[in-house]
């Protein structure tokens, strides 16, 4: 015997262990008979804790406990589905369809109508190795509404493929398709009903709310379901979730369920939350809402799972509106036409049941007080809407639809046949069809995508108790509002339920404690600043070019601040420049009119070209100093300017340099002027001196950069310096060292020939340029070691211009002076008169 076959048998034997013989109870609210039966599996009463009848081994009795109204008005939904499609001339003409209904207690009475359907008309359930041909007492079932008890029978039905359809259990487990391969639902899963709280409470900002479960499959379920949702939302936190307890079945509490019941409402009563979750089946609800209003608990919201959103019984409890305002998931209001009437007529027995034998009963299909206790609820059951019940009312559709496939039935008749459950659930699988407007077909999970509402109960008579506030659709996941809340509070202002107050645009959340919720408000600091979107825990630094204040949310672009024309000091240090230019052009000019003349000669020959013409670039290229800075730009302030400079100086020094050794020392080393003369010592000079200083310049801009940078004012940060590079001034610096050494060597050179002949005596020119020289560069190096800013690259400007103008001017113009205005001492006779009378003294 195969394991599958010997568990169905023990199961066989525990089902007639378990059932005791009754008489027959041609009762047509749990029986229909017909060519194929559906059975139906609903809550009629109730055992929340569910456990006291597995002391005994005897089924229980269901009627021992308190009736479930939303149950009976379920049954009566599927009653009044089968009545309808039988009266129904176009659906399944010619067939009648009848149906079996177990009052399954919620918890406590499952298996037995399990194996009840499972087993065929003679109570007996073979042990068959291929079940394929096997036709069991129902052909499929609806039912029943909770999720534990869906899964318990599921595992039954599941071994036989007998299509189950439920209408209002949402446990994620039941999309689990190769462990359920039978189970078909026509609600929303719970995925769908915890998005749609989430999206509520998103909607009121709410941030801040308490989780009550029950001690219970699905308490437990639904509650880790809502923690990983808000956990990948992050925007809410959970202040405290707490497992309510679960009264006895005579819905008292003992010492230590009511020990913790009053934990709870302590807590509930301090909390700073407003908004409260709960999971719980409606019937373990009843003693904590009354010990709500003897705590007298106000101000909060209470959002009810689809357990308890439209149950009636808990809404009667009128005094529930003092604690505050209830809200709740639940499926779409769709109005069934006659159905309120049919609710709460009188039961017609007497049917019968053709070409059959004498109909079966089990236990727990009788319900003495459900029709009269439905009555006095059918105002309120009328004014919500049928929700739930049209859950049951498309079920049952469903399964009539698939028959109508499979018996290949058109307007008149259908060919009955004998239809195996496995096939039947094929079809259901591909169903879709209109139903009251509605385009039902079930999704590849075996879920019905229904619209779920979102309902605020009321109290006043004249109105619906569950009035629709928004709607949710799973498909398109998303949450649409229809109507406005009535809140209950001071001017209808909507609760506040956060933990702490939200912070002001420019201020970063600094959290306290675990909870990302909790959090000191801290403004972020100039130079930062929040972007929400992004981050709202840590103020972002803007990029470097871009700055902020205090508080900001957004960075703007600073002030940048260079050298510009408009300014003063630009002006004045141009003029200058222009007049170095053209006053240098013209000395240019002169010497090269003048060449062959003793005072060009004397002055340098060759040489002073060699210094000109790089005086006349610089002063053309002083412009380069204003304006924004590129990398254009900052090689010229960088390398042209002090490569022109050192050229000038260089040919100053080797003047220097040989004027004296000619007049001094050529009698005393000839051999080493007669060297300097034939390789051409000046120029040989010059160009050593270039080559390191073109090496210190390379080196220099390898090892920084060339291209501008912005630098932050340190006395405004709103302004961005714009400079050549960081190093920018070190390289000045180094660059100055050398020019220094120069002109002290220059100068030296100059003083040891102050005794020369006047026309040859350029020691006070030489010395009066370099001292200059020497005066300013000290000056520059000064003045940026103390400043920063626009004011360095002005004194760098203004340095350059006046270095420039030393020489032009200083060296050059006495010479330029005595060309024009004495031509009679600019001859060769003149300059001999003043050597031999120079020689003369020295004799």
């Known amino acids: 015997m195969e394991p599958q076959a010997r568990t169905l048998h023990l ?45 005994y081994l005897q089924v229980p009795k269901c009627n021992e406990y308190e009736m479930k109204v939303l149950g009976y008005n379920l049954m009566q939904a599927m009653r009044f589905a089968v009545e309808e499609i039988n009266n129904c001339s176009t659906l399944l003409p010619g067939v009648q369809l009848g149906y079996e209904i177990v009052d399954v207690c ?10 009840y359907f499972l087993a065929q008309d003679d109570d007996f359930l073979p042990i068959l190795k291929n079940y394929s041909h096997y036709m069991p007492h129902v052909m499929a079932v609806i039912g029943p509404d909770n999720s534990e008890a869906a899964i318990t029978v599921s595992n039954l039905l599941s071994y036989f493929l007998i299509p189950q359809v439920t209408y209002s259990a949402i446990s994620d487990k039941l999309r689990n398709k190769l462990r359920f391969p039978a189970m078909l639902r026509t609600t929303p899963s719970a995925t769908h009903h915890i998005e749609a709280m989430v999206q509520l409470m998103i909607h009121f900002h709410w941030n801040w709310i308490v989780v009550l479960v029950s001690n219970d499959d699905y308490g437990r379920e639904n509650g880790q379901l809502l923690s ?48 409260v979750v709960v999971f719980s089946p409606e019937l373990a609800l009843h003693n904590f809402f009354l010990q709500v209003v003897h705590w007298n608990l106000t101000g909060l919201v209470w959002i009810a799972s689809e357990s308890w959103a439209i149950d ?105 046949e004998t239809v195996y459950p496995w096939k039947l659930l094929l079809e259901l699988w591909n169903v879709n069809f209109t139903l009251l407007g509605n385009q039902l077909f079930f999704d590849q999970q075996g879920d019905m995508p229904m619209l779920l509402d979102v309902i605020q109960w009321q109290w006043d008579l004249s109105q619906n108790p569950f009035q629709s506030i928004a709607s949710y659709s799973p498909t398109q996941k998303r949450l649409t509002y229809i109507n406005n809340v009535s809140w209950h509070t001071p001017n209808n202002t909507i609760p506040v339920s956060m933990c702490s107050k939200s912070c002001q645009p420019g201020q970063m959340k600094k959290p306290v404690g675990l909870h990302p919720c909790c959090f000191e408000c801290v403004d972020c600091l100039p130079g930062t600043y929040l972007n929400r979107s992004a981050d709202e825990f840590n103020c972002l630094p803007c990029p470097g070019s871009m700055w902020s204040h205090t508080n900001d949310i957004t960075c703007f672009k600073r002030r940048q601040a260079y050298l510009e024309w408009q300014e003063a000091p630009t002006i004045v240090v141009a003029i200058l420049a222009a007049l170095g230019f053209f006053s240098t052009l013209a000395i240019l000019l002169i010497f090269w009119k003048h060449f062959q003349t003793p005072m060009v000669r004397s002055a340098g020959g060759s040489m002073c070209f060699l210094m000109l013409v790089p005086l006349l670039l610089a002063f053309g290229m002083v412009p380069v100093y204003v304006g924004p800075p590129t990398a254009f730009t900052c090689f010229c302030r960088q390398a042209f300017f002090t490569v022109c400079y050192s050229i000038c100086l260089s040919c100053i020094t080797v003047r220097s340099f040989q004027i004296v050794c000619v007049f001094k020392m050529a009698r005393r080393l000839p051999r080493a002027y007669a060297c300097w003369v034939r390789y051409h ?83 006070k020119f030489i010395t009066l340029s370099m001292t200059f020289s020497f005066t300013s560069s000290i000056s520059l190096c000064t003045f940026m070691s103390v400043y920063d ?6 004194m760098d400007f203004l340095v350059t211009v006046l270095n420039f103008l030393a020489i032009s001017l200083g060296y050059f113009g006495p010479k330029c002076y005595m060309i024009l205005f004495y031509p009679e001492r600019n001859t060769p006779a003149y300059f001999n008169s003043m050597i031999q009378g120079y020689t003369m003294r020295k004799s």
Request: proline fraction near 5%.
């Open 11 to 55: 199961l066989f034997l525990l089902l007639h262990a378990l059932t005791k013989p009754v008489e027959l109870i041609e009762n047509s609210d749990f029986h229909l008979a017909g060519d194929y039966l559906l059975g139906g599996l609903f809550t009629l009463h109730a055992n929340v804790k569910s456990i006291t009848h597995l002391n």
């Open 228 to 275: 990983q949702r808000l956990v990948n939302t992050g925007d809410i936190c959970i202040a405290f979730q707490e497992v309510l307890p679960i009264p006895s079945p005579s819905q008292d509490l003992g010492p230590e369920e009511q020990r913790q019941m009053n934990n709870i409402l302590d807590k509930l009563r301090w909390t700073s939350a407003r908004i």
């Open 312 to 416: 009636p019984v808990l809404h009667n409890l009128t005094e529930l509106r003092h604690t505050g305002t209830f809200l709740g998931i639940t499926i779409q209001r769709v109005s069934i036409p006659g159905f309120s009437k049919f609710r709460v007529q009188n039961t017609k027995a007497g049917h019968s049941m053709p070409n059959k034998t004498n109909p079966r009963a089990t236990c727990n299909q009788d319900c003495d007080a459900c029709l009269n206790i439905t009555e006095s609820f059918s105002n309120i059951l009328m004014l919500s809407g049928e929700r739930v019940v049209y859950s049951v009312y498309s079920a049952v559709y469903a399964v009539a639809h698939a028959l109508h496939r499979i018996l290949r039935c058109d307007q008149i008749s259908c060919k009955k």
């Open 681 to 763: 010592g000046p120029y040989v000079f010059v160009a050593f001196i270039m080559a390191i200083k073109m090496t210190l310049v390379a080196g220099n801009m390898l090892a920084t950069t060339i291209n501008p940078i912005g630098r932050t004012d340190p006395d405004d940060p709103n302004v961005m310096i714009l400079s050549c590079h960081p190093n920018y001034r070190n390289g000045l610096l180094f660059n100055v060292c050398m020019d220094l050494l120069l002109s002290m060597i220059g100068f030296s050179f100059a003083y040891m020939g102050k005794e020369l002949p006047t026309n040859y005596n350029e020691a």
């Open 106 to 115: 919620y918890l406590s009475n499952n298996i037995q109508p399990g194996l």
């Open 789 to 794: 800013g626009v004011l360095v690259t002005t």
